[in-house]
């Protein structure tokens, strides 16, 4: 079964070869190396740029314009601020061309903590991502998403953001949650699709027979029902939430667990059913707590919900400063973990009106 970083070569190598993808660049993307992460070896497409995120983002936007379907990655996003400007330029292309224009880039970039990566490489972008009008958003959780979201932004004719969560990029497939045609035995697919150590001049990838899968954009997926409140999260929070709600079932709390996939657009009838359903609802992310994507969604369910309730909606994110520390126990206070989210679970399911 295939990791995050195996899926998105995968899907990187069905796009170029079936859905007009014509480059992959960034920092170290093309060869040797094949990316930070590993995530684009093997890819024919893939092309190092200098050390540039403007230029890189401004490179993608003249290919979009042109006609040519790109994925330009953003090394680590904490170093996507500075692009913002053009970030900006890129998602209101069609609508200030009334429609005339296209631009089918993606922006694929790591994102979030978990590796001990310090404050340059260890902010989160969704809530910024959410700020930028134009642009679809998709942050997987599994393999299998990773796979089948990042083909839905590469097919798009219009600008996406593709938000990798790092802390989950070694992370594997759960059986039953194969993508089509990988092989099911691990050391078979990284003999296949793994670059060696040492000398890879003379290395070529030999891909399992995948097929196109695409992950609508705005279709979340319940990952676990529940009765008693529904907790809504996404990328390297989204697998605590469903351990920490498996560990409460044990006390009797049944927490339904909801991975919203893409967050913009985003799956507000899912939402909004399973609220109404469980009346209690609980948002978790980790990106900074202040101006959070979670305080939208939060914001929402109150408004539309507000007397279907028995609890007042809670948020839980990341702590409001301006990095993540490089020791472990500042990392681990910086973001939720297991402990915070379970805790926070079981007091509002207990939480009376």
Known sequence: MSNMVQAIRMALHVAEERHDLTDVFGEDVGPPLGGAFTA?????????SPLDERGIVGAS?????????????????????????????AGMQTWCSNGDWNVPMTVMTPVGSG???SIYHSHSFDSTATHIPGFKIAMPSTPKDAYGLLLSCIVDPNPCFFLVPKALLRVR??????????????????????APLGDRSKWQPRWPDTPDMFIPFGEGRTVRRGRDLTVVSYGRTLPLCTKAAEELAE???????????????Y??????????????????????????????????????????LEAPPRLLAGAFVPGIGLADNLEMASVPQLPSIRDTIRKLAREQP
């Open 267 to 308: 799956d507000w009838e899912r939402i909004r059913e399973s609220a109404r359903r469980t009346r209690r609802a609980l948002f978790v992310n980790e990106e900074t707590e202040i101006t959070n994507f979670g305080e939208h969604l939060l914001r929402r369910t109150v408004e539309e919900l507000f007397y279907e």
């Open 115 to 117: 590796i001990r990566g």
């Open 251 to 265: 006390e009797g709390i049944e927490a339904e667990v909801i991975d919203l996939r893409s967050l913009y657009p």
């Open 40 to 48: 684009t070896q093997g890819i024919k497409c893939a092309w190092n």
């Open 61 to 89: 936007i003249g290919l979009g314009l042109a006609g040519c379907r790109n994925v330009a990655e953003i090394q680590f996003c904490d170093y996507a601020y500075n692009t913002i400007d053009l970030l900006k330029v």
């Open 173 to 194: 497939n759960q059986p039953g949650e194969e993508i089509p045609g990988e092989p099911g035995d691990d050391k078979a697919l990284s003999k296949m699709i793994d």
